[in-house]
Nanobody
Framework: VQLQASGGGAVQAGGSLKLSCAAS????????MGWFRQAPGKEREFVAAITSSSTSTYYTDSVKGRFAISRANTKNMVYLQMNNLKPEDTAVYYC???????????????WGQGTQVTVSS
């Protein structure tokens, strides 16, 4: 599966952005999907994940209540709605895919290119 993320930009603290990730391939609905981010000088970290059929979602603690992951299998799309953004959310955001839920949260097989999110105070 090939992934392409978009929707990043520059916003002020408290603002919102919605990231999108377009996936190729007819088997998109079998993949668990996730979002990761990498801030300057830091390691890439897990942000959110959603199961293949949208039955479960999972978030890192720092974004709970502010971010929401969703997907549209008929459109081969996954989204990350980000509200109440904070300067510490500034990072390059990547979408990822894996057939294994456990692998998705640690070392996904497939990555999209990143999209920059910059939050100013």
């Amino acid at each position: 599966v090939q992934l392409q993320a978009s929707g990043g930009g520059a916003v002020q603290a408290g603002g919102s952005l919605k990231l999108s990730c377009a996936a190729s391939g007819r088997t998109f609905s079998t993949y668990h999907m996730g979002w990761f981010r990498q801030a300057p000088g830091k390691e890439r970290e897990f942000v959110a994940a959603i199961t293949s059929s949208s039955t479960s979602t999972y978030y890192t603690d720092s974004v709970k209540g502010r971010f929401a992951i969703s997907r549209a299998n008929t459109k081969n799309m996954v989204y990350l709605q980000m509200n109440n953004l904070k300067p510490e959310d500034t990072a390059v955001y990547y979408c990822a895919a894996d057939l294994s839920w456990s692998d998705l949260n640690h070392q996904p097989d497939y990555w999209g290119q990143g999209t920059q999110v910059t939050v100013s105070s």
